[in-house]
């Protein structure tokens, strides 16, 4: 009741102005204790996240798997194990045609762009023609393995990495495993 009154109050008197800035004052009030309250995770931010494809660690993956097994093959080395970081994830390019129109008045000029998908027809579906796909790029690389304690060993592995992800040296390590 002590709100009415207080409301009444402002109303009666040279009143709007006084409401409005009533008003605004507790609107921005709310906002900030809606920041300060700690955030609820809902079940459909989870879900969305579970369901989200996991292209650049799938990618990864495969990366890892197929190189641990080539630097186990290389003399001293051994058991290997092999972890990237990878920036980015897998993009495609389409597959398109542009169209282009000038146009030119007075001063003005102006340009208009069409661009038209190519779609191609699978059995009763229709889908965009992938031009190529782009990868996601490594940001470095940490081996892990028996040898890695052996200074030719570890240059051996410094130098296969850095070939086949093209990684600066900088940003592989390679450490021995421990036994």
Known sequence: ????DLLKRIKDSSGRVKLITLLGITAM????ISEL???????????????????????AEKAEKR?????????GVGKTELILSVEGSEEYVYAEETETASEQKDKESSEKFKNKLFV????????????????????????ICEGGGDVLVKER?????SAALDLPTSKICVECRKY
């Open 37 to 59: 309250l700690p955030k609820s995770s809902s079940k459909e931010n989870k879900e969305q996240t579970e369901k989200a494809p996991a292209v650049s660690s799938d990618f």
């Open 120 to 143: 191609s027809e699978h059995s009763g579906s229709k889908e965009a023609l992938v031009k190529r796909v782009i990868n996601p790029r490594f940001n470095g690389a940490l081996v």
């Open 67 to 75: 190189l641990e097994a080539l630097l186990s093959e290389i003399k």
């Open 1 to 4: 009741m002590k709100i009415r």
């Open 157 to 161: 592995v410094i130098k296969a990495v």
């Open 29 to 32: 009030a709310l906002i900030l």
